[in-house]
């Protein structure tokens, strides 16, 4: 079922049916905010319920700098997503950039709380215990924000290449000749020509990996 899953989303993606939200999240892991923040509004506009554009349009506002709207935006997905470890994350680091630390601790403990990567959450306690030691200076302020996003930003890469990797194995076992093909195209057995692949399919001991 989970390559069956995978390789639907691969299908679409190649045939051109690509919601706002996932060009916002690809426009937002490229650096693009802006782009992304117009892709956000643009899937709510459609349907004002999907959180998930919600919560990276408030992801976008912060990343652009645009910290009183994207506190503005993060504090309404709280509400609907509070297990969303990024909507607290990133809530917590625009009360840090507002000096509003009091509220920054309630985040970063309800994130503490939530099921994240190991390394995400010692830094998270990390940081708890800093802000506990007393009024920040504003070198200590940008150390825990900048540790914050930063390990944040590795656990992401990690997941992200796992991702790729299960993408690329459950591509290749539906085009299993795919790296023979012409042209670069799956075919097998006469069957006809299917979608692009997501990525350059190589295989490592015996593996396929996407690169």
Excluded: W
Excluded at 42 to 60: F, M, N, Q, R, W
Excluded at 100 to 115: D, I, N, S, W
Excluded at 189 to 208: E, F, K, S
């Amino acid at each position: 079922m989970k390559h069956v899953l995978v390789l639907l989303a691969v299908v679409a993606l190649a045939a051109g049916c690509v919601s706002p939200v996932y060009k916002g999240q690809i426009a937002l892991r490229q650096g693009r905010y802006v782009e992304a923040e117009g892709f956000f509004n643009e899937a709510l506009t459609e349907d004002p319920s999907k959180t998930d554009a919600l919560v990276g349009l408030g992801i976008a506002q912060y990343k652009a700098g645009q910290i009183d709207t994207a506190i503005a935006t993060l504090e309404k997905a709280v509400q609907i997503r509070p297990n969303e470890p990024s909507v607290r994350l990133y809530l917590a680091l625009g009360y840090l950039k507002r000096e509003e630390t009091e509220k920054a601790e309630v985040q970063l403990t309800a994130l503490r709380g939530l099921r994240i990567d190991p390394r995400v959450g010692q830094q998270v306690q990390q940081s708890l215990d800093l802000l506990k030691q007393g009024p920040l200076t504003d070198s200590v302020r940008s150390y825990i924000v900048g540790s914050l996003e930063t390990q944040a930003e590795l656990s992401r890469d990690v997941q992200d290449a796992r991702l790729q990797a299960q993408m690329a194995q459950a591509y290749y076992f539906y085009y299993p000749y795919y790296p023979f093909a012409p042209f670069g195209y799956p075919f097998y057995y006469g069957a006809p020509y299917g979608p692009y692949a997501p990525c350059v399919i190589v295989r490592r001991g015996g593996i396929p990996y996407c690169i």
